[in-house]
């Protein structure tokens, strides 16, 4: 069998001009944080978790609820951190596990937004 030749085009620029600001784009990640029982007072709950939240990250939208099962109910959080952070996602959900009223989190959802 014989190889194809690849073609990959050379583009030269002498000069490249952006108007505006260049902007990083973010990624929300969405949690389901479950609680450890049902006597949990989700408010509470929401204040810990942005206090446990490193600088850069932050909450992006309102929290939900979901009910579970049997009174029990599980937060959704959406929190938001910059893309070119290294690092960031992993001590987000170790902070949020350590909360002492979170049982386990669970990711719904990663996407990047701007």
Do not use: C
């Amino acid at each position: 069998m014989s190889e194809v030749p690849q073609i990959r085009p050379t583009i030269q620029v002498s000069k490249m001009w952006f108007h505006g600001a260049l902007i990083m784009a973010n990624i929300v990640i969405s949690y389901k944080i479950f609680p450890t029982g049902i006597e949990v007072d989700f408010d509470q709950l929401q204040s810990r978790i942005e206090k446990a939240l490193p600088d850069q990250a932050k909450i992006y939208a309102e929290y939900q609820v979901e009910p579970i099962a049997f009174g029990l109910n599980a937060l959704i959080a959406h929190i938001r951190i910059p893309e070119d952070d290294t690092g960031i996602l992993d001590e987000v959900e170790k902070r949020i596990e350590e909360i002492p009223t979170v049982s386990q989190i669970q990711t719904l959802m990663v996407r990047r937004t701007r």
